[in-house]
């Protein structure tokens, strides 16, 4: 996303123009919905409550990670977190039953699309993303966050949601690492197993022909 920024020096009048038209600009590339991996969009309220958008989407759930939540006259299926954007804010102890609800609406059916949204779709719609982003995939927190705002650029946790991120993929890395154990091991087993055969291979000698029977010779 495009940096703006307003010289402090201008004149009132051109400073409220110009924040005006920064607003404009903010708020036109925060509209569009984030598609962060097959089935799975980051977005705004804003978005959000446009229902019509959503069907035409396919969204089928709505994660909605705020105060407010927009209400749906149709058949979306629905999970709100009320917690508040604030860096003292327990969001850490919403993951797993956020997480869950997206694994478990991913698994139900191929065709179905979830869609995460906060007020602003920055950081606690971002951060419940990245927590499934944790449980699901080899990523840590770190690598979590930057997928994500590769894929939405104003995407970006508050300091207090990176540290819980942090603690949430402690909790996934014992697993992984024996995880990616199990499949090093495996691997070597398989390397070891080759490399006997082929060393039975090279040891095995020809077979020894059998002698023909002697015939005697006629004097």
Request: proline share 6%; glycine share 4%; net charge neutral.
């Amino acid at each position: 996303m495009p940096s703006f920024a307003t010289p402090p020096t201008l004149p009132s009048a051109t400073r409220r123009k110009a924040l005006a038209g920064l607003a404009a600009a903010q708020a036109t590339a925060n509209r569009a919905p984030s598609l962060i991996i097959p089935r799975l969009y980051l977005t705004n309220w804003t978005v959000a409550a446009n229902e019509a958008l959503l069907t035409e989407l396919g969204v089928t759930h709505v994660v909605s990670v705020l105060e407010f939540p927009p209400e749906y006259a149709g058949a979306i299926k629905t999970l709100h977190v009320r917690v508040e954007d604030s860096f003292r804010t327990d969001i850490l102890s919403h993951l797993d039953e956020t997480t869950e609800f997206i694994r478990a609406a991913l698994d139900e059916n191929a065709a179905n699309k979830v869609l995460v949204h906060c007020l602003m779709g920055v950081s606690r719609s971002t951060t419940v993303v990245c927590a499934y982003l944790i449980a699901t995939t080899p990523m840590n927190a770190s690598e979590a966050i930057d997928f994500v705002a590769e894929r939405r650029a104003i995407a970006s946790p508050n300091v207090g949601f990176r540290r819980q991120l942090e603690t949430y993929a402690q909790r996934f890395a014992t697993q992984k690492v024996r995880s990616q154990g199990a499949v090093g091991t495996l691997v070597d087993k398989m390397k070891t197993l080759r490399v006997r055969k082929e060393a039975e291979v090279c040891n095995e000698q020809p077979p020894v022909p059998a002698l023909a029977e002697e015939v005697p010779v006629a004097a």
